[in-house]
């Protein structure tokens, strides 16, 4: 059983039976949001930024929401490879230990301990992301508008209703709850169109890096949002997965490839999206894509049968030790994904690519 899928777009596969696929024809890589999901991504991340793009030249734009934000952060430090094994190693031994008394968490304590973690991850550090030669970031919140330029427990329940009746009748017309808003390093023009929802863009540096990255990463309801981000217009920011939540975009990538290392092969608009499959549809805008994912037969050998998630925080009955190993072992695992395609970038075989 092979464990990766290379799925790709009508004028990627035409340019992968044409010219191969070598790490120069690279321009654009995303990260999606899905929380734990993205740990099965660890070995590919590490091989592709540790050892095959290395290889190459060329800018490359990455583009991250939520849990995509922090790893494609963790591209541009030095010793790429090195900090994947770290941020895999941290974020699956994370604990959330519930106080006595309390049956749960609550969005201030959750949104306290990820900011330190953040903290202990890249502090000092921004400046080495920002100044990356070749990489530039792009990361993805979600701007609250009106009854969501403000967090509030009834405001907040009040605006995601509307959000999420609104988005059921028409993507575009969640802009008028949200809209897109990217922080991206200085000088970088965004590396996709923005006639397809409301958009802002905000020079990412080293006062707005980790309250953008935390905004990035805040689900609403489990974090709070992050209020006022130095540099941005004024508001409550939150997980840029909600508009954007695996970067279904019209990327520019000209001549080159978006590559996309995924956890699944279809790639959803917006986190609001989830249950509307109409919407989970390949479209033109991914025609220059080639996404990389695990098989679901093979998904199905890992622990519970499936890829970690943020279920598995209560779903292993606060047995932390047990959470961890599962994790743990889906991560080994996920080694194959990474050897498989470096065995198919030996030998590239474009009957092996299917269609995205």
């Known amino acids: 059983m092979k464990a990766l899928r290379i ?3 009508p004028a990627a596969r035409a340019h992968i039976a044409g010219h191969g696929l070598a790490p120069s024809h690279v321009k654009v890589i995303p990260g999606a949001a899905g929380g734990p999901k993205g740990l099965i991504l660890g070995p590919l991340d590490r091989f592709l930024f540790g050892e095959w793009l290395p290889q190459s030249s060329q800018p490359i734009d990455l583009v991250g929401a939520s849990i995509g934000a922090w790893r494609l952060a963790t591209a541009c430090l030095r010793d790429p490879a090195g900090a994947f094994a770290r941020f895999e190693h ?3 031994h994370q604990r959330f230990d519930i106080p006595a008394g309390q049956k749960r968490l609550t969005a201030a304590q959750v949104s306290a301990d990820f900011s330190r973690n953040l903290q202990g991850f890249f502090g000092g550090r921004a400046g080495e992301v920002l100044a990356h030669p070749r990489y530039r970031l792009h990361v993805v919140t979600a701007r609250g508008r009106h009854i969501l330029g403000r967090e509030g427990r009834a405001r907040t329940v009040a605006g995601y209703l509307g959000a999420f009746a609104s988005n059921s009748l028409s ?24 006639l397809d929802f ?3 863009r905000v020079a990412l540096d080293e006062a707005n890096f980790q309250p953008a990255l935390q905004a990035s990463c805040s689900i609403p309801f489990v974090l709070q949002a992050v209020h006022d981000i130095p540099g941005a217009p004024p508001g409550a920011y939150w997980d840029g997965g909600i508009t954007d939540y695996h970067l279904h975009l019209q990327y520019r990538a000209a001549e080159g490839i ?4 995924h956890f699944q092969q279809s790639v959803v608009p917006g986190w609001l999206d989830k249950g509307l499959k109409w919407r989970h549809r390949a479209t033109p805008f991914l025609d220059r894509m080639v996404v990389l994912a695990p098989d679901p037969e093979w998904v199905r050998t890992l622990p519970g049968g499936k890829l970690p998630d943020r279920t598995d925080f209560t779903g292993y009955g606060g047995d932390t030790e047990a959470r961890i190993a599962a994790w743990a072992r889906a991560t080994r695992e996920a080694q194959r994904l990474a050897d498989e395609w470096a065995e198919w970038l030996h030998r590239p075989d474009p009957a092996a690519v299917r269609p995205l």
Do not use: I, K, N, Q
Request: with cysteine; hydrophobic share 40%; charged share 20%.
């Open 7 to 9: 799925h790709a777009g």
């Open 90 to 92: 941290d974020y699956v």
């Open 171 to 194: 993507r575009r017309s969640l802009g008028a709850w949200l809209e897109r808003c990217v922080f991206s390093v200085p000088g970088a023009a965004l590396p996709f169109d923005t």
């Open 198 to 200: 409301r958009t802002r």
């Open 258 to 261: 978006v590559l996309y290392p």
